[in-house]
T-cell receptor
Framework: GDSVTQMEGPVTLSEEAFLTINCTYT??????LFWYVQYPGEGLQLLLK?????DKGSNKGFEATYRKETTSFHLEKGSVQVSDSAVYFC?????????FGTGTSLTVIP | DADVTQTPRNRITKTGKRIMLECSQT?????MYWYRQDPGLGLRLIYY???????NKGEISDGYSVSRQAQAKFSLSLESAIPNQTALYFC??????????????FGPGTRLTVL
């Protein structure tokens, strides 16, 4: 069935380091792909999305490219900040369902 | 004001009690969802509703029931709470798919503890 697999955490980085969080998916049809972010004590917020192959979603310095050939949607940021500390979820929407990864906790230290 | 609200935000209850969690939205979306979040398990779908007359079970519906009172309101009930229902519960909404699938919008969550 449809599913999302994302890199397990936790991930700890120093400020200004490069970030990659891997996400791969299994889906039939033509899913849309999303990255959500959850800050401590809050609900999930959409970070970025891509709706078709080769689309690149971007927001707040984060980017992810919808790669159909590798069924991936890896999240990247060139220089992380302390304020990026949060849990990141990869998700896909297909048919009438949404599927979420298990989340990757990121801590950025000064 | 928040587009998706949940009440209560925190609740502590005892085993066997009936609990209702409420969700309201002002986004005008037809589709609403209830999830629970547990450490290491991500989000798991409990129930979803595509309109007032449409209710569907999700991955983990046992022990839960829902009511869609209006387009804007979707309630989750635990008829007889048990400790392994201790979790963070989220309500979400989404618009109808267009040429692509639209994102979900989440409420702030309800932290439920069952003693």
């Amino acid at each position: 069935g449809d599913s999302v697999t994302q890199m397990e955490g936790p991930v700890t980085l120093s400020e200004e380091a490069f970030l990659t969080i891997n996400c791969t998916y299994t889906a039939t049809g033509y899913p849309s792909l999303f990255w959500y972010v959850q800050y401590p004590g809050e609900g999930l917020q959409l970070l970025l999305k891509a709706t078709k192959a080769d689309d690149k979603g971007s927001n707040k310095g984060f980017e992810a490219t919808y790669r159909k050939e590798t069924t991936s949607f890896h999240l990247e940021k060139g220089s992380v900040q302390v304020s990026d500390s949060a849990v990141y979820f990869c998700a896909l929407a297909t048919g009438n369902q949404f599927y979420f990864g298990t989340g990757t906790s990121l801590t950025v230290i000064p | 004001d928040a587009d998706v609200t949940q009440t209560p935000r925190n609740r502590i209850t005892k085993t066997g009690k009936r609990i209702m969690l409420e969700c309201s939205q002002t986004k005008g979306h037809d589709r609403m969802y209830w999830y629970r979040q547990d450490p290491g398990l991500g989000l798991r779908l409990i129930y979803y509703s595509f309109d007032v007359k449409d209710i569907n079970k999700g991955e983990i519906s046992d022990g839960y029931s829902v009511s869609r009172q209006a387009q804007a309101k979707f309630s989750l009930s635990l008829e007889s709470a048990i400790p392994n229902q201790t979790a963070l519960y989220f309500c979400a909404t989404s618009d109808l798919p267009g040429t692509a699938y639209n994102e979900q919008f989440f409420g702030p969550g309800t932290r439920l503890t069952v003693l």
